[in-house]
């Protein structure tokens, strides 16, 4: 049976078509409409350059304004699932002229942060499946993600200050609320190895699957997370994810606002109007 062409892949393949001199360095697969992003530098442990980076921002821009996709898993290729910034990189931005590296940094920052708030405010449900180690920005990464299920080769580490840095992928922001303040400090503070055991213990990892089934448990979970209404989906997923910012009053306000969209919808309608048919044929 062919596969379906989803309105996704054809820009995505005139993006390939522009950037031959450029590795595929991300993989985007949809079917049945959930999209598959492999991170895809396996002889790297999927490190990420700023060539990977630049491709993944386009990938998620995509997913984000398909209509057709439900929802979004994130993996890696080969043994890792992230092993954090490509140390490459690091490298060239020391050997910049003095007068440059701040500027330069601060630059990096602005798109590392563009690509973490893609992932983090993806109007969709997205689930980081995670094959091996998650290190530094990668398992900043995977925290982006609003669940991670992880095989028994994961692990997690957050290693920026074995760098001399501070985790600048949404690590400060994301992982206290996965494990509590105190807990994110020590793991920021030793980048210590957490193995999966440990990590599903303290809440990092949600599910766990076996190193052959992990992707299809995760698009399988993925297809059950978005078989709901995708506006509701979009505007609960919005005000969630500032729930801990927000007080109860703006979560109610921003609720009763979300909430008169909803009763717009097309999904609603249809809702109800099932229910009415099915309860006036009761009669």
């Given amino acids: 049976m062919a596969r ?3 309105a996704i892949e054809q820009p995505l393949r ?4 522009a950037k031959l001199e450029t590795p595929a360095l991300i993989d985007l697969q949809v079917r049945s409409g959930i999209a598959t992003i492999y991170l895809n530098r396996p002889e790297k442990r999927n490190a990420m350059s700023d060539d990977m980076r630049t491709q993944f921002i386009a990938a998620l821009e995509r997913v984000a304004a398909d209509k057709s996709i439900r929802a979004l898993v994130l993996t890696g290729n080969g043994k890792g699932f992230c092993a954090g910034g490509d140390v490459a990189g690091m490298e060239r931005r020391m050997q910049a002229p003095t007068g440059e590296i701040a500027f330069n940094g601060w630059h990096r920052q602005q798109r590392v942060h563009h690509t973490q708030a893609l992932l983090h405010t993806m109007p969709k449900p997205t689930i ?8 530094g920005l990668g398992a900043d990464t995977a925290l982006a993600c609003d669940f991670i299920v992880a095989s028994e080769t994961a692990s997690f580490t957050w290693s920026y200050i074995n760098r001399g840095i501070i985790p600048d992928g949404g690590g400060m922001y994301f992982l206290p609320r996965r494990v509590g303040l105190a807990k994110a400090k020590e793991l920021i503070f030793s980048g210590r190895k957490v193995e999966l055991e440990e990590a599903t213990a303290l809440g990092i990892v949600d599910r766990t699957a076996s190193a052959e089934t992990l992707v299809a448990e995760a698009q399988a979970w993925a297809a059950e997370l978005s078989r709901g209404s995708a506006t509701a989906l979009a505007l609960g997923k919005t005000i969630l994810n500032q ?10 306000a921003q609720g009763s606002q979300a909430q008169g969209i909803c009763y717009t919808s097309s999904e609603h309608r249809a809702s109800v109007e099932a229910f009415l048919a099915k309860s006036a044929a009761k009669e």
């Fill in 14 to 17: 005139e993006f390939k078509e």
């Fill in 4 to 6: 379906h062409t989803t």
């Fill in 243 to 252: 729930s801990f910012e927000l007080s109860a009053h703006d979560v109610f």
């Fill in 128 to 135: 980081a499946a995670v094959n091996g180690a998650a290190s």
